[in-house]
T-cell receptor, first 114, second 109 residues
Framework: EAGVAQSPRYKIIEKRQSVAFWCNPI?????LYWYQQILGQGPKLLIQ????????DSQLPKDRFSAERLKGVDSTLKIQPAKLEDSAVYLC????????????FGQGTRLTVV | LAKTTQPISMDSYEGQEVNITCSHN???????ITWYQQFPSQGPRFIIQ???TKVTNEVASLFIPADRKSSTLSLPRVSLSDTAVYYC??????????FGKGTRLHILP
């Protein structure tokens, strides 16, 4: 079974530029999560999708971050404009359905804002 | 959402059994206790999940007392490759998966 795919693996941008991350969850998984993990900290939930609807985006900085999950499959997370404090690893995870057990994580995208 | 508390870091030696305890005083009746493992430069990986008593799989055991206010992850005979961060979670009914700071386990030769 293929895992959660994320791209790019690494990205370096200058502050005030924009960047987008892509996630392809495991086939058939209805729930998709995006996390931000700053070095030395646990992953912070940014947004949770159920199919193509948003379940929770309370921790998403909506003035600069946006996310979508068209057709309930792939998802993109965008930052515009980026700030230095956005430097982090962005993780995508998927889960079979609500009330399911384990979530499967991708390897993440490491973003460096200079 | 149940708040979990676990030690910031632990050291152990190869071949030892490691027990990491997590407290979750306000866990809800229907919440499961779930543990994830994270190696550097990788996403978290599910290890084990339980509701009460004891659960064992090929990786670890999870002990949950009757009051469910704490749980203990037990890693038998650890090796250097078990060096990682271990997270204790109690996902709620909305399927939010909220991570704390985790426990940094360092295995020494």
């Amino acid at each position: 079974e293929a895992g959660v795919a994320q791209s790019p693996r690494y990205k370096i941008i200058e502050k005030r530029q924009s960047v987008a991350f892509w996630c392809n969850p495991i086939s058939g998984h209805a729930t998709l999560y995006w996390y931000q993990q700053i070095l030395g900290q646990g992953p912070k939930l940014l947004i949770q999708f159920q199919n193509n609807g948003v379940v929770d985006d309370s921790q998403l900085p909506k003035d600069r971050f946006s996310a979508e999950r068209l057709k309930g499959v792939d998802s993109t997370l965008k930052i515009q404009p980026a700030k230095l404090e956005d430097s982090a690893v962005y993780l995508c995870a998927s889960r079979p359905n609500r009330g399911g057990t384990e979530a499967f994580f991708g390897q993440g995208t490491r973003l460096t804002v200079v | 959402l149940a708040k979990t508390t676990q030690p910031i870091s632990m050291d152990s030696y190869e071949g030892q059994e490691v027990n990491i305890t997590c407290s979750h005083n306000n866990i809800a009746t229907n919440d499961y206790i779930t543990w994830y493992q994270q190696f550097p430069s990788q996403g978290p990986r599910f290890i084990i999940q339980g509701y009460k008593t004891k659960v064992t799989n090929e990786v670890a055991s999870l002990f949950i007392p009757a009051d469910r206010k704490s749980s203990t992850l037990s890693l038998p005979r650890v090796s250097l490759s078990d060096t990682a961060v271990y997270y204790c979670l109690a996902p709620n009914r909305d399927d939010k998966i909220i991570f704390g700071k985790g426990t940094r386990l360092h295995i020494l030769p």
